[in-house]
């Protein structure tokens, strides 16, 4: 491979330990290691390109603008994106079985559905392919020390050994162990909220060796409380994504409860599934829950940086959780550039600037489940994707939809949130106006051309009005 095309510099000896072999904690290994920081990347499960199963998660990914640059950044846009299938819509299926398509964006915008394996494979092989970068895998942290950066790990053979680092990154998900130390500190806000909602994955296989429904497409069966959605694979299959509060999941514990629950609400996607597939998978596993993190600050003295899902875990119904995650890793890289590499500048200006954004993309996660499970079936809600649209057209740099923005910019995600705030405020107020002068002139038209002598109630009046020609143009 050749070295100098990455451009590392490696004079730059900094020693730079991160937690996590995750989708963050790998491409943030590519990053650091590019600048020619000596980085070693601990990671407390085995090494997922030889592990014969893959624990963890594994809802399907949608990656999109963010997390592209992101990748671009590192030289991996383009070869990850060759493995991903592009999603231009959402495929709303109702009960009845009618398809409707939402798009997401204007013409030629769309979303990329990737596989969470494949993509932390190829992360790691970047990753391991620098030469200042070392991977180790069944390391677990134990403990870390703020003031030294001392890391005590216990390793595969079960003893404990020390690392010592100038920085320590952690990338080590939603139940963090870089973290515990940041919550033994003054002034550290933290929360964590799981949703009363669990999920849990299908597959739904090839039909007749293609795909057995639209492969472009984001499946969506939104029923009000819940929902299922399915995402497409490279090998034909789909992942099916069934969301419901753990009370539902509790109720269906027979296969012909499950039978009757999809006959009564998912009553197409049956004959997708086979039924001994659909049965198969929803015993296979429990549903899992979902949490939401937040905290701030992200940085602990001159020494630890929190990214990812340890920094803000979402739940994943804005398709923003890795890219989130990645822009994390794009944003401290910039910030490094910014400061010259002087951590002492560069961590607390990290956190006052990403805090806010990582605050607010939590928050729309959340939102966008009521979107995605209930908001989809309303006729006023299309409606007003429909006029944002429009108004997006016709002045693209006033009103931009909120989903453009998350999901096709780099607009930071909470002006993102003020900016659709005000125009929610503006596109409301206008067609209020509209509909008081449509009002207005109604009126006009009833005193100007019926007869004063007129009697009746105003049903009727407005029966004689519709009947002028005026109004038959």
Request: glycine share 6%; hydrophobic share 40%; proline share 5%.
């Amino acid at each position: 491979m050749d070295f100098s095309s990455k451009k590392i510099k490696l004079t730059n000896k900094k020693k730079v330990a991160v937690v996590g072999g995750g989708l963050v904690g790998g491409l943030n290994a590519c990053f650091l290691a590019k600048r020619g920081f000596e980085v070693t990347v601990f990671e407390s499960r085995e090494d997922i390109r030889c592990a014969k199963t893959i624990k963890g998660k594994s809802i399907n990914l949608a990656l999109s603008h963010r997390g592209r640059q992101a990748l671009k950044h590192v030289g991996m846009e383009d070869k990850i994106v060759s493995n991903g299938i592009p999603m231009h819509a959402r495929m709303i299926h109702s009960v009845n079985g009618k398809c409707s398509p939402i798009p997401y964006g204007r013409k030629g915008q769309y979303i990329l559905s990737v596989g969470r394996a494949n993509l932390n494979k190829e992360l790691l092989t970047a990753a391991e392919a620098y030469p200042n970068t070392q991977l180790n895998f069944n390391h677990k942290l134990l403990d870390w020390n703020p003031e030294t950066g001392t890391m005590t790990f216990l390793g595969p053979d079960g003893t404990e050994k020390d690392f010592q680092a100038d920085l320590i990154v952690g990338c080590d998900g939603a139940f963090s162990a870089t973290r515990k130390q940041f919550l033994r500190r003054s002034r550290f806000d933290y929360s964590q909220t799981y949703i009363p909602h669990g999920y849990l994955e299908l597959t739904m296989p090839p039909r007749n060796g293609d795909f057995a429904m639209k492969p472009n497409f984001l499946h969506i069966w939104p029923r009000n409380t819940f929902m299922m959605i399915a995402l497409p694979n490279m090998d034909k299959t789909f992942t099916c994504t069934l969301f419901m509060p753990f009370e539902e999941f509790e109720k269906i514990t027979t296969g012909d409860e499950l039978m009757a629950h999809f006959q009564k609400y998912f009553q197409d996607s049956i004959p997708l599934f086979g039924v001994d597939v659909l049965k198969r998978d929803f015993f296979q596993l429990p549903a899992q829950a979902m949490v939401s993190v937040k905290c701030s600050p992200h940085h602990l003295n001159e020494k630890c940086i929190l990214m990812g899902d340890a920094a803000h875990a979402v739940v994943p119904f804005y398709g923003q959780g890795m890219n989130a995650g990645f822009e994390d890793c794009l944003v401290f890289d910039e910030i490094l550039d910014q400061f010259n590499e002087d951590l002492s500048a560069v961590l607390p200006e990290y956190s006052r600037v990403r805090v806010p954004d990582d605050h607010a993309i939590c928050d729309l996660a959340m939102y966008n489940y009521i979107e995605m499970r209930a908001h989809v079936n309303s006729r006023y809600f299309l409606f007003r994707k429909y006029l944002d649209n429009v108004l997006h057209f016709f002045m693209p740099r006033t009103i931009i939809p909120l989903y453009t923005m998350v999901t096709f910019t780099r607009t930071r995600y909470h002006e993102a949130v003020i900016r659709w705030k005000w125009q929610n405020k503006v596109i409301t107020q206008g067609l209020l106006l509209l509909g008081t002068m449509s009002a207005a002139g109604a009126t006009y038209l009833l005193v100007k051309y019926i007869p004063q002598k007129s009697t009746g109630s105003v049903e009727q009046l407005w029966n004689k009005l519709l009947t002028l020609k005026w109004f038959q143009k």
